[in-house]
């Protein structure tokens, strides 16, 4: 089992950046694919990228391919999200998850959530 706790949501300007981390606790993070997804107010959450177990493979929904980066430092039990070029329609509550499976990830586990707001 892993615990996980998002961090680094905050209010940005169109045209920002922004850096959410998700540190993991338990020694088996390194075995766990990583990904990210994001609901906003009154919409369904959906996926936004994933990362293997080694983060030597990435993939991303085609609204952020681009503009998003997805990566991981298994020393530090740590997956990250760079959001470059954010637009209004980026506003959600991001989530990270984990996840045995790599492709078609959905998210065994699941932290808590940040807020991530794009002011136009």
């Known amino acids: 089992q892993v615990q996980l706790v998002e961090s680094g949501g905050g209010l940005v300007q169109a045209g920002g950046s922004l850096r959410l981390s998700c540190a993991a606790s338990?020694?088996?993070?390194?075995?766990?694919?990583m990904g990210w997804f994001r609901q906003a107010p009154g919409k369904e959450r959906e996926f936004v990228a994933a990362i293997s177990w080694s983060g030597g493979s990435t993939y991303y929904t085609d609204s952020v391919k681009g503009r998003f980066t997805i990566s991981r430092d298994n020393a530090k039990n740590t997956v990250y999200l760079q959001m470059n070029s954010l637009k209004p329609e980026d506003t959600a509550v991001y989530y990270c998850?984990?996840?045995?499976?790599?492709?078609?990830?959905?998210?065994?586990?699941w932290g808590q959530g940040t807020q991530v707001t794009v002011s136009s």
């Open positions: 338990g020694r088996t993070f390194s075995s766990y694919a």
């Open positions: 998850a984990a996840d045995n499976s790599f492709i078609g990830l959905r998210g065994d586990y």
